[in-house]
């Protein structure tokens, strides 16, 4: 047992000071919004190639006729793409943000009931509520570093005091980011959730945030390559394309989930956590 904790505490001591070189401080955070905003980049290329599919859903499902369809379609691509863009350049990315959360439940009111997800509407729902959890990380971290309330328009508190809200917003999206692993059961069996658990619980309670959210990262990739190789499909018949899309927006949409567990593992769990209380 103290050669297992003695082992962990050296890889947590590496970790530290690898993401001290300043070369890695410039990277990582690039490299993290690059995979957090990928999602939304590849549903906005999606939604140009697609665009004639996507207004005759909007048509048929919703009844809205093709200039409202049209209009809201180029809308929804231009909001998605000015926004990643800007959570990109570290330009607004709190409000950035937000805008994508906004987006995101859109997302999932619009298409939520027909589910285009490998396991349906809960499949769905649960990774849309991870890629907020991504997405509230900017949010909290962000304004926390300002001194600011969580919502923009609220402006600083008064009196000195500070607000806790931002750090419930922290507690509630590592919960979020770490429900992803329900999936687990499908792509890694019984025997890889039970040995992933600890890493999973270790995140939901902000212990040792730095090194467990970087395993989770790394257990997403292997459960993304399992689960979501959309390569596999090919062909041009409307079955082998169908599945080939879902794959490849599962696929894109966990790059984003594990990019706001990059940012998670450089911004800190917050005050709600085993770390800060360490402390």
């Known amino acids: 047992m103290d050669k297992w904790l003695s082992s962990v505490l050296s890889l947590e001591t590496q970790l530290d000071s690898w993401g001290r070189k300043r070369s890695v ?3 990582l955070p690039l490299i993290t919004r690059l ?4 999602t939304f980049i590849e549903d906005s290329i999606r939604g140009i190639v697609q665009r004639e599919l996507q207004i005759q859903f909007l048509q048929y499902r919703y009844h809205l006729p093709f200039l409202v369809s049209a209009v809201f379609l180029y809308s929804w691509i231009s909001t998605a793409t000015v926004a990643s863009f800007s959570i990109l350049l570290r330009w607004h990315e709190d409000r950035a943000a937000l805008v994508l959360v906004a987006y995101v439940t859109l997302q999932q ?25 991504s997405l ?3 949010v909290a971290s962000s304004r926390m570093k300002k001194g600011y309330t969580l919502l923009p328009g609220f402006g600083k508190p008064k009196n000195g005091t500070t607000s806790r809200f931002p750090e419930y917003i922290q507690l509630a999206s590592r919960c979020l980011m770490a429900l992803l692993s329900l999936e687990f059961v499908a792509s890694m069996g019984w025997i890889g959730t039970l ?13 040792k945030t730095q090194l467990c959210s970087l395993l989770l990262m790394l257990l997403y990739a292997i459960h993304n390559v399992l689960q979501s190789a959309f390569w ?3 062909g041009n018949s409307w079955e082998a394309m169908v599945q080939r899309d879902v794959k490849l927006f599962e696929f894109v949409q966990t790059l984003s989930i594990m990019g706001g567990l990059g940012l998670l593992s450089s911004s800190g769990p917050g005050a709600l956590s085993f770390d800060e209380r360490k402390k």
């Not at 009931?113 to 509407?121: D, I, M, R, V």
């Open 25 to 27: 401080k410039k990277a």
């Open 136 to 138: 509230l990380i900017i």
């Open 109 to 133: 009111l619009l298409y939520g009931k027909y589910a285009p997800s490998t396991h349906g509407k809960w499949g769905f729902l649960v990774r849309n509520l991870c890629l907020c959890g």
């Open 195 to 207: 040995l992933s658990l600890p890493v999973v619980l270790f995140v939901f309670v902000g212990f």
């Open 35 to 38: 995979l957090l905003i990928a």
């Open 232 to 234: 596999y499909f090919r």
